[in-house]
């Protein structure tokens, strides 16, 4: 337990009743100076819980635990371990054990890679703990190797420099994945995340199992193929697009990785590639669209929704009759309602009708809470054309 002692408004302690782990500084009355673990009381002494302490963010603290008992380190192992057992069976070797604030334990991220763990510590209270994390996540896990990917642009806001550090054992640069069969290459040291998008991981076998076979399939935003692997593996074509060469070299490797000789890779911005099938009247059975974040900010979202209107309707203007478009946004500041909005939208000018055969998010390794908004961020939608 803590001896250092941060004191709230009654604002702040109504936000922990009602089930948001976070404080802002606005609603804090006294704290230390130093980041770190400190029992949190309400202004007439009244125990709240132990938070992640953070001087210099706007979130000054993060929820740990209503009850005053020692974080150490089999604590964090206590807890890794939970949210581990949570996960039940996964048909994957690489997925997320721990989900920051979907897990309880805000501002940590733990990714196993087969025998390899990547993890990211988000802010300065929770950095101060660095020790206790790692070897919880050692008792926890028992991994080979642990890397710290610790270079999420975040940490700026939390005073803390961005690094990428092994503190347990070695982690290759390359780590074989396997996925519902599909097998691709992480780069768990210079990938984007912690070295793959694993929160994708159930779209991408969704979508490979609504592929029409022997039909046609697009995969825009494609990075290094992940989509495209399960597309081919139904799929008589499947052409894969993506502006950054680099990402594209690694989709090859995939490819062959697989044994896959049908899918095409298209360096190409996908706006402009769009129009030009639209231009050349081709058609797709399966279009999936996982763009990047759009909207970075509040002030963004209405430029993001013009963006993410006209790539899904020419999308839907290339569609095959009865042919099935998974697309989604990663933008946190488009929710599920305004995206669900931006689609009717560019149904309706794009003249097609489109039954919604599921609305998907990620993954059940990345939990979302009802009372934690923040915890969801990636929304989407299995489409399928009715004429």
């Known amino acids: 337990m ?24 606005s609603d804090v009355v006294e ?30 603290l993060r929820l740990l635990d209503r009850v005053d008992t020692p974080i ?11 949210a581990l057992a949570r996960r ?11 989900h920051a604030e979907g897990d309880g334990l805000p501002a940590l991220v733990v990714d196993r890679y087969g025998p390899f763990v990547v993890a990211q510590l988000l802010s300065a209270g929770l950095e101060r703990s660095r020790d206790d994390v790692v070897a919880g996540i050692a008792t926890a896990l028992a991994p080979d190797g642990i ?3 610790n270079d999420a642009a975040i940490r700026r806001h939390e005073g803390l420099p961005l690094e990428v550090t092994p503190v347990l054992g070695t982690v290759p640069e390359i780590v074989e994945v396997k996925e519902y069969g599909a097998r691709y290459l992480a780069a768990p040291h210079r990938g984007q995340k912690t070295g793959a998008f694993l929160d994708q991981r159930e779209n991408r076998a969704l979508a ?4 029409r076979p022997g039909g046609r399939a697009l995969d825009l935003f494609t990075y290094h193929g992940s989509f495209a692997l ?25 490819a062959a990785l697989n044994g896959l000789t049908n899918i095409t890779w298209r360096e190409a911005n996908a706006f402009d590639l769009l129009r030009d099938l639209e231009r050349r009247e081709e058609r ?12 970075k900010t509040k002030d963004s979202v209405t430029r993001a929704i013009a963006g993410y209107k006209e790539i899904n309707l020419r999308a839907m203007r290339i569609l095959a009759p009865g042919g099935v478009l998974l697309t989604c946004s990663c933008s946190y500041h488009v929710n599920r309602g305004v995206f669900a909005e931006m689609l009717g939208a560019a149904a309706q000018d794009g003249g097609r009708r489109l039954q919604v055969l599921a609305w998907i998010g990620a993954g059940r390794d990345h939990p979302e809470l009802l009372t934690v908004p923040e915890t969801s961020y990636l929304k989407g939608a299995l489409l399928q054309a009715l004429d």
């Open 230 to 254: 399960h597309l081919a593996r139904r799929a008589a074509e499947v052409i894969a697009v993506d502006s950054s060469v680099d990402a594209l070299a690694r989709g090859r490797d995939n």
């Open 147 to 149: 890397l710290l990917r």
């Open 72 to 82: 150490d380190a089999a604590w964090w192992g206590r807890r890794i371990g939970a």
């Open 31 to 60: 704290a230390p100076r130093d980041p770190g673990i400190v029992r949190v009381t309400d202004r007439r002494g009244k125990f709240l819980g132990q938070a992640l302490f953070s001087p210099r963010s706007e979130i000054r």
């Open 2 to 25: 803590s001896d250092v002692t941060a004191v709230v408004k009654a604002k702040g302690a109504e936000r922990w009743k009602l089930g948001h782990p976070w404080i802002y500084r």
């Open 284 to 295: 797709f059975d399966t279009i999936v669209l996982d763009p990047p974040a759009f909207a």
């Open 208 to 211: 490979g199992a609504h592929a």
């Open 88 to 98: 039940g069976t996964i048909d994957a070797t690489a997925y997320r054990v721990v």
